[in-house]
C-alpha cells in the first residue's frame, strides 16, 4: 500500500451551513444516515485523491457500518478515490485504531483527516463548521507527497 488517507466524515466531509440547508430543506436521511456530505467538502477530497494517488480508510466512527454499506455510500456519492477499508472497530479509540492499522499494512505515507485533535503525526484538523477546506487540501497533499508546499503554523 502507497498512500492512505484515514477519514473521519463529520466535521471533515460536513459543514455547519450544509448540514443546516440539509436540515431546512428537509432532507430525508437515506444512505444509513451519510447523505448529507457537503458537495464542496467531497470535492476537496476529489483533489488530494487525484493529486496524490491515495487510497481511503474510514477512521470515522461511521464504519461501524462496515465496508458493504460504505462502499454503497461511496458509489451513491460519487465518492472520490478507492476505500479500501476501515480502521478496527474492536480498538477502543480512533488513534489506536489508526496505529493498528498502520501495524498491519504499512504504507510509505499516510495522512489523517479529522476535526478532533488526535495528536497523531501527519494529522490534518478541520474545522467542523467548515469541514475541508483550501489550506487543508494542500497541507494533506503537501504530506502525502512528503513535499514542503505547506508549511503549518500553529
Known sequence: MNKVVFLDFDGVLTSEPFT???????RRESRFGLDWFDPD??????????ATGAKIVVSSSWRDLGID???IVWSENDMPGELIGTTPIWVLTKVCA?????????????????DDDLHLPNQVKTDP???????????????????EDYVKTE
Not at 443546516?20 to 428537509?26: S, T, V
Not at 463548521?129 to 513535499?147: M, P, R, W
Open 98 to 114: 489508526i496505529k493498528e492499522f498502520l501495524k498491519q499494512y504499512p504504507c510509505d505515507s499516510y495522512v489523517v483527516l479529522d
Open 41 to 50: 467538502c467531497i470535492e476537496h477530497l476529489r483533489t488530494i485523491v487525484d
Open 69 to 71: 454499506k460504505l462502499r
Open 20 to 26: 443546516r440547508q440539509c436540515i431546512f430543506e428537509y
Open 129 to 147: 463548521h467548515t469541514g475541508l477546506v483550501d489550506k487543508n487540501v494542500i497541507e494533506a497533499i503537501s504530506i502525502l507527497n512528503n513535499t
